[in-house]
């Protein structure tokens, strides 16, 4: 018994080394030289991934004597929950889904870039009924707890109805569309690419958009604050090569269609079609637009809806017991809820280094 | 000479044996996830052990702020409901299809290679299209995990049907049995036990597609549970789901165990216990 009892305590031992060495410790911060940013298809993101093909992501990175990787994720959520485990630096995604997942679970994150907010980018589609009050006692098929939801949410708001007048059925995004064409599917709230789709269906009316709520649903670069803070050379970097990026696609000439052409045939798209999507998504051009933007009291406004929203559906997390649980931070020293638990902050310091020229 | 094949655990050395892999899971979780909590105290990836039980206490015994609904248990019920339809449906397609197809030629004939093709489509494939045909409903549901199920499990009572020794149908016929008769009283009491068998080995599968189903489009289940709280990585609902899954699935395997164990004692004779 005895010899069993060691060699049940030498397997215990073993268990623990190896897994003090497994556990990895989430994104140390610290002086370092390679970053790695994640990236998902979306209209207003794909210059992202030109960035990176074109070499224009490597030229600024060399510049600051760093290197970048930009990574593209099929999967939107999964390349969030990546990065709020620690494997990315940096990852693009919503102002909801930035303060829901890595801010409410604890992970201090920086808004580097405000890139643009959906202008009819997302939509309520209805299959019979013209207007938004029909869909009073509908199913609604759509990705619950995403910025999908959150319009539903605020078109109910606008038509003086409420969750309880219809019914979500949890949806997945692929297949959106495809369950649109079904029978039983008589409602969605859905986005592009599948928003353009959607409507194509025999009867389907886009009965409320997002261009109604305009900088509530915004596309952000969002990066670990104690990397940027050890780091800013990758702020820097990133800021620069994104808005050299967004100067060729406004660039009229060949270099320019060149440009949107690759990042059409990326999103699965033709130039018409990207140009379409693009003409519902508010880019924001310049850092001077930019930088306007992320300091107006019109984000703090927006803010305060979506966290209201994302408290009301549970999304900060068991421990918040109040809608102030988790502080939101902005340019100029304004903070929405908990000013000393403050995770999710909206910069403009490194966007107005661009707009001065100073990259 | 002692030889380490020859040394056997005791009654409390078995024991020992069987919970130590449980014990190291359990201490390993408990240190990778207070080393990331002592790196972040909000980390949401691996959450402590005490808001699993929060989390439990919350989904299983307390009613839902929004809706009034015990969450866990209206999942619970709706997800075995639709493995329940699907698998009875699936089991009762195999135990008609399979023994028709082992015991007659022309519907052997007529049927096995078509079953045999059927059973190659991958489920998850043809999903899209379930969807379009079915609707998003509980139909849909059922019927993946039918498609899923079901041509396993005819293919494999048809074999089992065919390996029946050729002397007991024989006998019986020149005991005069009918067909009806062979059926009922030959090859029903061998088929149905092992019939059993099969199904226990398509729990996995059943479960699998169950999940992928509530996946796509649901309002309630398991699978949908699972689905949505991975919007905010809230590992503390997700892992307690999945043991509660894991249990599930294992006490439905021990319950068929049992069934057969009680009710076709005559399996056992002839073969090791599985």
Known sequence: MRTLFKSAF??????????????????????????????????GWMPWGYAADSGIMKKWADKYGISVEIV??????????????????????????????????????????AGDYSDGNDGVVLKDGKSLAEIKGQDVNLVELSVSHYLLARALDSAGLS?????????????????????????????????????????????????RIPGEIIDLMIVNTETLKDNPSLGKALVGAWYETLA?????????????????????????????????????????????FASSPELVKGMDLVRTFSFDHGLLGEGARTVDAVGIGFPGGTVLGDAGNVKLRFDADYMRMAQEGKL | MRRIINLRPGRGGIVLWGALPFLAAGVAYALASSARLAAN???????????????????????????????????????????????????????????????????????????????????????????????????????LIVFGVAPFLVRDLALKVGDLPREQLIKAETLGASTWQIVVRVVLPQMLPRLIDAVRLSLGPAWLFLISA???????????????VRRYMAMDAILPYVAWITLLAFLSDAGLRWVNARFFPWLKAGKGQS
Do not use: H
Not at chain 1, 164 to 176: E, H, L
């Open chain 1, 10 to 43: 030498v397997v215990l031992g073993l268990a623990l080394t190896l897994t003090m060495t497994a556990a990895q410790s989430p994104a140390v911060a610290a002086e370092k030289k390679s970053f790695k940013i994640a990236w998902s298809i979306y209209a």
């Open chain 1, 72 to 113: 593209q994720i099929n999967d939107y959520v999964e390349s969030i929950n990546q990065y709020t485990a620690g494997a990315f630096d940096g990852c693009v995604m919503t102002n909801m889904d930035a303060l829901t997942i890595p801010a409410a679970g604890g992970v201090d994150s920086t808004a580097l870039i």
């Open chain 1, 163 to 211: 969750e309880r007048d219809i019914r979500v059925v949890n949806t997945a995004d692929a297949d959106i569309v495809s369950a649109f064409v079904s029978s039983d599917v008589t409602a969605t709230v859905t986005w592009n690419p599948q928003l353009s789709e959607v409507r194509k269906a025999e009867g389907a009316a886009l009965v409320f958009d997002s261009s």
């Open chain 1, 248 to 292: 060729l696609m406004r660039d009229g000439g060949a270099k320019g269609t060149e440009a949107l052409t690759a990042m059409a045939t990326a999103a699965g798209t033709d130039l018409e079609g990207y140009k379409a999507q693009l003409a519902t998504t508010r880019m924001f051009y310049t850092p001077a637009e930019a930088v306007a």
């Open chain 2, 41 to 143: 105290p909000n980390d949401k990836l691996l959450p402590q052990l005490e808001s699993f039980a929060a989390a439990l206490g919350r989904l299983a015994l307390n009613p839902d702020a929004r809706t009034g609904d015990y969450l866990m248990w209206v999942d619970t019920l709706a997800s075995l409901q639709r493995l329940g339809l699907g698998l009875g449906v699936a089991t009762a397609l195999a135990l008609v299809l399979g023994l028709a197809i082992g015991l007659i030629p022309y519907v052997r004939a007529g049927l096995s290679p078509f079953v045999g093709v059927v059973s190659m489509i991958p489920p998850m494939a043809v999903l899209p299209v379930l969807f379009i045909v079915f609707g998003l409903d509980e139909l849909s549901k059922v019927v």
């Open chain 2, 214 to 228: 509530e996946a796509i489009a649901a309002t309630e289940g398991l699978g949908y549970r699972i689905f949505l």
